[in-house]
């Protein structure tokens, strides 16, 4: 499946959008700054503190790997490490996080499993931490579009079809309470 993300107007209008690629993280107080990101069988944790106005985003591709390779953002312990570490970093709590979690679908081809193991992993350590998930998005069979305001905790999410080669990722049309806001194309 090839995907393009196009430009779009950025989210909100005033806002510095960042891109976080596999194996990445990004961690801000900023009020302004956008994570956004595109999932297959990855996982992507939105960690925020709603006290402090914090929040972060990271992007692991597989829930476990070899020992030589532990250490390293493309797995899920050390990405979940790293994200939370770069949190109170920044003067979160861990108390106070909140978590909302997306991807980990079923893609074609021999890496079918792989995406159901992460979220198994992302729900296990959270849960673990005593870190809420206050919303979700896991499994399936498609991609997924998402962006985050690490500062409010507010995320939109759009459902990639396999057959799409350019997927646009409009501005938010109105502000919503909800914890997930589903936007078309």
């Known amino acids: 499946m090839a995907l393009h993300l196009s430009e779009a107007p950025a989210w909100p209008d005033h806002a510095d959008e960042m891109f976080v690629a596999q194996g990445e993280f990004q961690v801000t107080d900023a009020p302004d700054v956008v994570l956004k990101t595109l999932l297959g069988s990855c996982v992507a944790t939105c960690l925020f503190d709603p006290v402090a106005r914090i929040g972060g985003m990271n992007h692991f591709l597989l829930a476990t790997g070899p020992d030589s390779d532990a250490h390293s953002e493309r797995y899920g312990l050390f990405a979940m490490e790293i994200l939370i570490n770069g949190l109170l970093k920044l003067g979160a709590r861990k108390s106070r996080l909140r978590a909302k979690i997306f991807g980990g679908a079923t893609m074609s081809g021999?890496?079918?499993?792989?995406?159901?193991?992460n979220c198994e992993f992302a729900i296990g350590f959270l849960e673990l931490?005593?870190?809420?998930?206050?919303a979700s998005s896991l499994g399936g069979g498609q991609a997924r579009a998402i962006r985050f305001t690490p500062?409010?905790?507010r995320v939109s999410q759009l459902l990639v079809d396999d057959d799409e080669t350019?997927?646009?990722?409009?501005?938010?049309?109105?502000?919503?309470?909800d914890d997930i806001q589903f936007f078309g194309k």
Request: net charge positive.
């Open 129 to 134: 931490e005593g870190m809420p998930v206050v």
């Open 151 to 153: 500062t409010t905790g």
């Open 166 to 177: 350019d997927v646009f990722i409009p501005p938010a049309a109105k502000r919503s309470h």
């Open 110 to 117: 021999r890496m079918g499993h792989i995406g159901a193991k």
